[in-house]
């Protein structure tokens, strides 16, 4: 299959954070979740893919071309939606689109109206006079209008109310059902990729902990529970992390098969949700 | 077709999707060439990703359920109807030995058990 992007070995050096030997790949047609805590590296990530920062070793392709070198190629394809706001204040929504429109080949002004009216925005209003839901939701608007093959969003539903991220989830959907277009999708709000993403990528500290297909994740992964007087090295070597208190234990395993074979009713296998499954990765802090 | 996703189910949800369009091909509600949505039109709809409604018709079309026809899409496969009663009869079996694994664990009699059965037949 068509790979959009493609990153290989990716490394970035700050004093107090490294992002190390990121390796991962998105297909095209496929909605990516890029989960992790705070501080994990994904912001650091999607603006390296940006070349927003100068990654230290690694290489990053996106549409088959590399990044720096094609730098202005790849963007004109991209719809990049950042977490932090980066208008003008003082200008108009139209005003900054009309800026944002001239970067893009594909710029389609009845795409963008549309979006504008179906997210209840106005035009003619300043950037400073909107709330944050609504900033958000005219960066989306502009991602959305100039035809891009990958969405990059960071974060795009922090802030939003659960109604509105339903409708982005939507708009979304719709965004990919034609098979050509891929999203890479960051947030710490699982319930939100949960359900449509098709690939969980994991990052935590730095270090990519899985980036897999969500089908797989959910079979292999189970959650483990028993009581004390059955955790042996048998056990504990099975597990991922382990969480013990007075009456019992629970860890995350991919080998509950075995575990159940062995130990039979006398432990309890459960299907973790993917925020489970972070907890339980990211659980030595 | 119909297709209703619980998300409080322990059957992930792919393994739903394709157990009930397989429910529905043997139950003779959906029949031979007719045609399915596509995977991402599926998605799209039960908003839920690609991946799973893909993984739901690999299984399906791997116990030669459907049939894909590339540039055209998918549809229900001819059935063989002995085929389908001997999967059936595989189902029914799997239930049997859970009812009766449970009987055993609250010393319910095999004859105990074949009454209730006769009774609820009736």
């Not at chain 1, 608007?141 to 960071?154: G, K, P, R, V």
């Not at chain 1, 989830?169 to 960051?186: A, H, K, T, V």
């Not at chain 2, 139950?27 to 599926?42: D, H, M």
């Amino acid at each position: 299959m068509e790979k959009i992007l493609e990153i290989k070995n990716l490394s970035k050096n700050y004093d107090n954070f490294k992002l190390e030997d990121v390796n991962f790949n998105l297909e095209k047609g496929y909605i990516m979740g890029f989960i992790g805590p705070n501080g994990a590296g994904k912001t650091t990530t999607i603006k390296l893919i940006m070349n927003l920062i100068k990654r230290n070793s690694g290489e990053i392709k996106v549409f088959g071309l590399d990044n720096l070198h094609d730098e202005k190629k790849i963007k004109n394809r991209i719809g990049f939606v950042y977490d932090e706001c980066n208008y003008y204040d003082n200008l108009s929504l139209k005003d900054n689109a009309k800026m944002i429109a001239d970067f893009y080949d594909k710029w389609s002004w009845s795409e963008f109206d549309k979006y504008i009216e179906k997210f209840e925005l106005d035009k003619n209003q300043k950037i400073k006079e909107l709330s944050k839901g609504m900033k958000t939701k005219f960066a989306i608007a502009t991602a959305l209008s100039h035809d891009a093959e990958l969405l990059i969003m960071d974060e795009p539903t922090s802030g939003l109310d659960p109604i509105f991220r339903q409708e982005i989830i939507n708009i979304l959907q719709e965004y990919i059902e034609d098979g050509n277009r891929s999203i890479i999708f960051s947030t710490h709000i699982i319930s939100d990729i949960e359900k449509m993403a098709d690939y969980i990528t994991f990052i935590n500290k730095g270090k990519i902990v899985f980036s897999e297909e969500k089908t797989k994740i959910e079979d292999e992964y189970r959650i483990v529970k028993g009581g004390l007087d059955i955790l042996d090295s048998g056990i504990q070597n099975n597990l991922i992390e382990i969480k013990k208190n007075k009456f019992g234990f629970s860890g995350l395993t991919l080998n509950s098969s075995a575990l159940h074979e062995k130990y039979g009713e006398a432990i309890v296998i459960d299907r973790p949700s993917i925020e489970d499954i972070m907890l339980y990765m990211a659980g030595e802090r | 077709m119909k297709i209703i996703i619980s998300n409080s189910s322990k059957q992930p949800i792919y393994e739903q999707i394709a157990y009930q369009i397989r429910e529905q091909i043997i139950k003779g509600v959906l029949i031979e060439n007719t045609a399915l949505p596509s995977i991402r039109n599926l998605a799209k709809e039960l908003q839920i990703s690609v991946i799973t409604t893909k993984r739901a018709y690999e299984e399906l079309e791997r116990d030669g359920y459907i049939n894909t026809v590339p540039g055209k899409g998918t549809f229900i496969a001819c059935q063989n109807v002995a085929d389908i009663k001997e999967q059936k009869y595989k189902m029914i079996e799997e239930d049997l030995i859970k009812i009766i694994e449970e009987s055993k664990v609250f010393d319910i009699s095999k004859s105990e058990l074949i009454e209730m059965i006769n009774l609820i037949y009736e």
